[in-house]
């Protein structure tokens, strides 16, 4: 039987517990089931016939967790053996499919746990090779508790083959995965991926999964698969489950109801519930219908386009941003990472991220900062480049379903985009322009658009996935300019029924106080049908907009968030600071910078550094007020009479003015001569030691190359030469890895012998550090700026 | 046979988490930031632990049901019970991702965030530990691997014979460290009679 012919069945059915039949038939606690492919392979066949006789449609073999990482060079012979035993148990039933069943790894992909996310696409590929090989009809991908996981898997099964490909994901009674991802991120990442169906199994019985299927099935255009446990073991039988045959198969009838056309059992059902859900479910017909919702998703939510105008936070984006440019060129983390904190708390709902700066490597850029945003916020993210390899980069490593920007009408742009699209399951943002420029008419933009549909259609690329940007453009060059923008907007949204965005603010571009007219086209835009706006969300006059928009549009009901933004804001004012900040203030009354410090108020010290500067030269605020502070806290801390975590509050207070200060004086003015170079050594994945380090480092005004954690000898030595480091730090917190620390130092004593090195760390001591000949041990963060800083005067003496 | 337990978000001890932090004296001048992280924190847990119940044999190694083990100091801890309770518990990957996100932007904060996680995942284990114990006659205090000479790599037998990865989503890794990192595993002698 074919893929196709199956899904023309009104339900398909799938089979019940495997290893529940395993342990049922003297499978031990902790034993690898799969071993039982070898040992036991008439068990494992008898497994599946049972399920046959019931009336499976679809079996998976016994391969759940078999991978690299379980069985070694054995996983292909495992996988080979039972596709096997599952092909010829199915032998002599008509109508009958074998599926690869694919389990999670058992390891937590970065950067919650250690497996790099290629290594993990990988691990999945060597699977899917061996269950092709060995006849498989399609995978199942199953019990998947990290959607970043289940990524990794469908990636590698479409890399591999193009067998049908089903994925499931585990949820809990709180609607959410492990790693905390809502019903609607799953659905959307998993179907945007090209999964041919998509659900959930194990952990809730039927009736607790039932809410959960609710809002699956709501949101997923592809059929879905449930496969519920039969409740918890029975306390007082373990053999047993706490939801008997009947009752199983009677809540999968509400499933199906609800329009799951996939169905079958995990943890507890035996090829009897198969048999009852059959008899209690057949001659119903769950419908699957398209959504046409346009989605996007982080790995926590989805944000769906087209219901209320939604914020995509622009500050992420170079163009015309010194202090963003100087980041990325100087690789400045921390303040972009800032950035997207601050958007999120100003109420964004996607955050737009572009890294195109000249002389950086956005392909491996684009990436890496995509990362790092993910972790400091769960907002979906709008992927910005023009660079197709740097797009892929991006598209593969970002968690969730992104928003790509962007395509447009020329047909080298969308034979790069498109392709892209499909594959890493996106929403395109497109461009209404082609190889002719932008068309001044509003007309020439629809019919571009009319062109993008149909041949995204060719790429089976659907209109919902498509957002139309009509192109605002400075109506000081062309007075008919927001016009036609509109116009188009206006056309594509109720005309061709899809979802539009804009990029506001460059209608005002030439213009005094742009942002007066940005306001006004951005309200403008609103009426005329707009879906998305790229815009500052820091900018009140933006918010103001788009709050009162949606109180005039009757979304906002009743006025509430309209009330409660205008109880925090004042007509011509910026937002009042909120009450924890006066509260802070109060607290440290007139008191200066230095108090400030000591105390650790982080903004408050920064505001007091900007107040000083308008009276005295930086030189001076740096050289009277930071220094004596950090001095007072850092002898505080080595006296004992303050502890680390004030000693790094007041650091990162004192880094907050640094900052100040330094965007007030000329790149390079006031940084020390000294280059640092951090790494946690290879083979150790705990870094919170060196992140302290480094921080306070920082604060202290140093300039901080910090090469993560698990770095090889090799990679220190790399950066060390190319960034003419004069101090290596190296931190070590395992006992397991103080000789790779050994390594480390010996590798650069002898390419780099001006350079110091200095080492920390649980496990290290000053003897230790002597005899792998380390230049200086530091017991604590402290030590290490003060090292640093004798290092330092050498230098200035030299 | 496995149970799996799930409970609210437990309260962590905030004196306790000072002290897990680093602060030693009187941390009344950062209760109010602790106080401040535990907003954040405490909507990011999801506890959640397993366990199962062995018979235990002392002889030339002490049999624990599961595995066989070398351990003086837990032979000690075992002394008189036939019975012990495995568990694993964690507070979730939640905690790992609010950590995670101060890392780069407030390593003082995440310092907090990290030290009120694991007063919490100690308070979660103590009302799993409660809840075990209440079914028998009494226990002794729980003990884990690294304790004394407990080898850490007892880990691997303890999430086999738990299926700890499949049943609450905790991970090991080839050097026994658990993700999400605010995981335990123990065991508690068991007074039955």
């Known amino acids: ?798 | 046979m496995i149970r799996i337990l799930r409970g609210a978000a437990p309260e962590p001890n905030l004196r306790e988490a000072a002290r897990y932090a680093g602060v030693k004296g009187d941390p009344a001048q950062i209760l109010p930031l602790l106080e401040d992280c535990k907003k954040e924190l405490l909507p990011a847990l999801s506890p959640v632990a397993c366990y199962d119940i062995f018979d235990i044999c002392a002889g030339e190694s002490l049999d624990l049901g599961f595995a066989k083990v070398k351990s003086r100091a837990l032979c000690k801890n075992l002394a008189g019970c036939k019975k012990i309770a495995l568990f694993a518990a964690t507070v979730g990957a939640g905690a790992d991702r609010v950590i995670l996100k101060y890392r780069a932007l407030s390593p003082s904060r995440a310092l907090f965030l990290d030290a009120l996680a694991s007063a919490a995942a100690e308070s979660w284990c103590d009302e799993v530990n409660a809840e075990i114990v209440a079914q028998f006659k009494g226990g002794r205090p729980r003990f884990s691997c690294g304790y004394g000479d407990l080898d850490i790599t007892l880990q691997r037998d303890i999430f086999a014979a738990l299926s700890v990865t499949k049943n609450i989503g905790v991970t090991l890794s080839d050097d026994c460290f658990m993700t999400p990192v605010k995981s335990v595993t123990a065991i508690i002698g068991l007074y039955d009679d």
């Not at chain 1, 209690?280 to 989805?302: D, E, F, I, R």
Request: proline content about 4%; glycine content about 10%; hydrophobic content about 45%.
């Open chain 1, 1 to 798: 039987m074919t893929i196709e012919t199956l899904f023309k069945k009104d339900i398909i059915y799938l089979d019940g517990g495997f290893g529940t039949m395993l342990q049922a038939a003297g499978l031990k606690a902790g034993e690898n089931s799969a071993d039982w492919n070898f040992s036991h392979p008439d068990v494992v066949e008898d497994i599946h016939r049972q399920y046959l006789e019931a009336g499976a449609d679809v079996i998976a073999a016994n391969t759940f967790g078999v991978n690299v990482f379980r069985c070694g060079e054995r996983t292909s012979e495992y996988i080979k053996q039972a596709i096997y035993l599952a092909k010829k148990a199915s032998k002599g039933y008509k109508n009958r499919l074998v599926a690869l069943d694919l389990g999670p790894t058992g390891k937590l992909l970065q950067p919650l746990g250690d497996l790099g996310f290629e290594d993990a696409v990988n691990a999945f590929k060597e699977c899917v090779r061996a269950g092709v090989e060995a006849g498989a009809d399609l995978v199942m991908i199953e019990t998947v508790s990290d959607i970043y996981e289940a990524k990794a898997a469908i990636l590698a099964v479409k890399e591999q083959c193009s067998l049908p490909v089903f994925a499931t994901c585990v949820f809990g009674a709180d609607a959410k995965t492990m790693t905390g991802s809502s019903p609607e991120a799953v659905a959307a990442v998993l179907e945007g991926l090209g999964a041919d169906a998509i659900g959930l199994n194990c952990s809730l019985s039927p009736e607790e999964m039932l809410p959960v299927c609710e809002r699956f099935i709501s949101c997923a255009s592809v059929p879905v698969v449930v496969k519920p446990n039969a409740g918890l073991p029975d306390v007082t039988d373990g053999s047993r489950y706490t939801v008997d045959e009947q009752k199983f198969a009677l809540g999968m009838r509400g499933i199906v109801a609800l329009g799951a056309k996939i169905v079958g059992g995990c943890c507890g059902t035996t090829p009897a519930y198969i048999r009852e859900l059959i008899e209690k479910t057949s001659g119903m017909k769950p419908a699957v219908t398209q959504k046409n919702l346009t989605v996007v998703a982080s790995y926590t939510h989805a944000v769906t386009l087209g219901d209320g105008l939604k914020i995509i936070g622009e500050r992420i984006n170079p163009t015309g941003k010194k202090r963003l440019k100087e980041a990325l060129k100087n690789g400045d983390t921390g303040y972009i990472l800032g950035e997207a904190v601050a958007q999120a708390e100003a109420g964004a709902h996607i955050l737009d991220v572009n890294v195109g700066v000249p002389g950086t490597d956005e392909a491996k850029l684009l990436p890496a900062i995509v990362r790092e945003i993910q972790t400091v916020t769960d907002l979906p993210l709008q992927i910005d480049t023009s660079s197709p390899a740097a797009m892929e980069a991006a598209l593969r490593i970002y968690n969730g379903k992104p928003l790509i920007n962007s395509v447009d009408g020329k047909k080298e742009s969308m034979a790069n985009i498109f392709p892209l699209v499909k594959k890493y399951g996106g929403a395109v943002i497109a461009l209404t322009l082609d190889e002719n420029g932008i068309p001044p008419t509003a007309e020439g933009r629809v019919a571009i658009a009319k062109r993008i549909l149909s041949e995204a259609a060719k790429y089976g690329i659907d209109k919902k996935d498509i957002i139309f940007d009509t192109l605002a453009t400075s109506v000081a060059a062309d007075g008919g300019a927001a016009t036609a923008t509109l116009d188009a907007l206006f056309s594509i949204r109720r005309g061709l029924g899809a979802n539009t965005s804009l990029g506001v603010s460059n209608v005002s571009f030439g213009l005094p106080a742009r942002e007066i007219v940005n306001s006004a086209f951005f309200i403008a835009a609103m009426q005329a049908g707009l879906s998305a706006a790229i815009i500052n969300p820091l900018s009140h006059e933006m918010i103001k907009a788009y709050k009162a928009f949606a109180a005039l549009s009757g979304r906002d009901k009743g006025c509430l968030e309209y009330i409660d933004y205008a109880s925090r804001v004042q007509p011509t004012q910026a937002i009042a600071p909120s009450a924890e900040k006066l509260g802070e203030a109060e607290k440290v009354g007139e008191a200066g910078l230095e108090k400030c410090i000591l105390r650790g108020f982080k903004e408050r010290a920064a505001e007091q550094a900007a107040a000083l500067l308008k009276t005295i030269p930086p030189v001076e605020v740096i050289e009277g007020h930071i220094v004596p502070a950090l001095d007072e806290v850092g002898k505080g801390f080595e006296e004992k009479k303050i502890y680390l975590p004030q000693l790094m509050m007041s650091a990162e207070a004192a880094g907050a003015a640094f900052d100040v200060i330094k965007r007030a004086l000329p790149a390079g003015a006031v940084e020390k001569k000294l280059k640092i170079v951090l790494a946690t050594v290879k083979g150790d994945v705990h870094d919170i030691g060196k992140n302290i380090v480094k921080s306070l480092l920082e604060n202290y005004g140093f300039c901080v190359l910090d090469l993560g954690k698990d770095v090889p000898p090799e990679k220190v030595l790399k950066a060390a030469k190319e960034c003419g480091a004069d101090l290596v730090g190296l931190s070590a917190l395992m006992t397991t890895t103080v000789a790779a620390m050994e390594q480390t130092v010996g590798l650069i004593k002898s390419e780099l012998s001006e350079c110091k090195t200095a080492v920390g760390g649980a496990v290290i001591t000053e003897e230790y550090a002597r005899s792998i000949g380390a230049d200086k041990y530091c017991a604590d963060a402290m030590a290490t700026v003060r090292y640093a800083e004798q290092l330092e005067e050498e230098i200035k003496k030299r």
